[in-house]
């Protein structure tokens, strides 16, 4: 896994037209207005966390109230030795939502498979497919905390007043019914993998991922460049793998990214257990640029 650091901005001394440095006239596609919302639940709004500014110089990303209204949890991770982290996790969440003893959460209903919906079924339910239930449940997630819409799930999401956009909305909606907060646990997931993350790599903004694709024309491209430079739209989650090799095998295509460390919301390796093969990230959508090469 190829993760990098920022390069040592002192000694930068090139050109203001370089194409690593920012410039307020540059003519480079923004956020389309109908992929992001007005307002979200973290620091940064979604014309900026989602845009090519961003991908290049990251910043932190906080949803509200996590980190007060959790402080316990981040004091135990941060005192716990790295390879207990994981476990006092999993029993915070344990612990704090009920996840084994619903009935103290107040259950009295006789579909205890609900119950059960807690947030490592989310991941592997999406680790099966991502336009299920599941991926429904996380694209909202990512919607609410984020403000980045869902471009697609089973089919295109275009039009809020369509089919597919309903339909999308139905399955979230049977998702999230009869569990116990669901998303104020995936908004945990997200925040731990952020403090594991910056605890294995301190000094370290990017990782570079790959992504195997069959066709380009079913993704959102929003300018296109030199040497497979391409400029896209990507859903509001997708996933990513660390292995080109990995990533051949699920398209003719790949899809090489430099995804900020603050949008992965998931990986392989947070959680043994949760994840199986393919080395996989979920990473947290906008507009990027990408590497497009073949097999």
């Not at 295109?156 to 909606?173: H, T, V």
């Amino acid at each position: 896994m190829k993760i990098t650091e920022p390069p040592n901005s002192a000694n930068n001394d090139g050109p203001d037209n370089s194409p690593t440095i920012c410039r307020g006239d540059d003519k480079v596609p923004s956020l389309p207005r109908s992929a992001r919302l007005p307002i979200n639940r973290c620091n940064l709004p979604a014309v900026v966390l989602g845009g090519l500014t961003y991908q290049q110089h990251p910043s932190p990303l906080l949803i509200d109230g996590v980190a007060e209204l959790h402080a316990d949890l981040f004091r135990r991770l941060n005192a716990a030795a790295p390879e207990a982290r994981a476990e006092v996790f999993r029993d915070y969440l344990t612990v704090h939502f009920q996840l084994e003893w619903p009935e103290q959460m107040g259950f009295t209903g006789h579909k205890k498979s609900r119950t059960k919906a807690n947030y490592s079924k989310m991941i592997r339910g999406w680790s099966f497919d991502s336009d299920s239930r599941e991926g429904a449940v996380l694209k909202g997630w990512v919607e609410s905390r984020f403000g980045l819409v869902p471009r697609y799930h089973g089919q295109p999401l275009r039009d809020p007043g369509g089919d597919a956009y309903i339909r999308y909305m139905e399955m979230r909606s049977q998702g999230l019914y009869g569990t116990n907060a669901l998303e104020a646990q995936l908004d945990l997931v997200y925040s731990f993998c952020q403090l594991e993350l910056a605890l294995r790599h301190p000094t370290a903004r990017h990782v570079t991922l790959y992504r195997g694709v069959n066709r380009m024309a079913d993704h959102e491209v929003l300018a296109k460049g030199a040497r497979g430079q391409h400029i896209i739209l990507l859903n509001n989650i997708s996933s990513f793998t660390h292995s080109r090799e990995r990533a051949c095998e699920f398209g003719d295509y790949i899809l090489a990214v430099e995804i900020p460390l603050t949008k992965i919301f998931f990986h392989c390796g947070l959680l043994p257990g949760v994840l199986q093969g393919e080395d996989e990230f979920l990473v947290i959508g906008g507009a990027v640029n990408v590497t497009l090469s073949t097999i």
